[in-house]
């Protein structure tokens, strides 16, 4: 299994306040749910609150033959300011893992 991780710095590592402005605790929940998308059925600009609406593929074993059908499995709604940080922190990790995303667009790379 192949894992890398990116966080916010630890507090100690954070700028002095003269420097910048601290960003508050951060509390971890281990309890907190977790969603496994396969794709991003679409977006959506609601008033100034960023929707992304995820999609996993699942098969369908009712049906003969079985088929796979796109099912929404959750929103993820963000401010446009954390829209933003989200495309840059984003794009920033592929970058370092090798998995340009400029370089995928350039390729052909479509959002469908």
Same mark, same amino acid.
């Given at each position: 299994?192949?894992?890398?991780?990116?966080?916010?710095?630890?507090?100690?590592?954070?700028?002095?306040?003269? #420097?910048?402005?601290?960003?508050?605790?951060?509390?971890?929940?281990?309890?907190?749910?977790?969603?496994?998308?396969?794709?991003?059925?679409?977006?959506?600009?609601?008033?100034?609150?960023?929707?992304?609406?995820?999609?996993?593929?699942?098969?369908?074993?009712?049906? #003969?033959?079985?088929?796979?059908?796109?099912?929404?499995?959750?929103?993820?709604?963000?401010?446009?300011?954390?829209?933003?940080?989200?495309?840059?922190?984003?794009?920033?990790?592929?970058? #370092?893992?090798?998995?340009?995303?400029?370089?995928?667009?350039?390729?052909?790379?479509?959002?469908?």
């Amino acid at each position: 299994m192949r894992v890398a991780i990116k966080g916010v710095p630890a507090s100690d590592s954070i700028p002095s306040p003269a #420097q910048s402005p601290t960003l508050p605790a951060l509390i971890d929940n281990p309890f907190a749910p977790e969603v496994f998308a396969t794709g991003l059925a679409g977006f959506a600009n609601l008033n100034g609150v960023i929707v992304l609406t995820l999609e996993s593929a699942r098969c369908d074993h009712a049906r #003969q033959p079985p088929s796979v059908e796109r099912v929404v499995v959750g929103r993820v709604a963000l401010t446009i300011g954390a829209a933003q940080d989200l495309v840059a922190g984003l794009n920033q990790f592929l970058e #370092q893992q090798g998995l340009s995303p400029s370089k995928a667009m350039a390729s052909g790379a479509t959002f469908q």
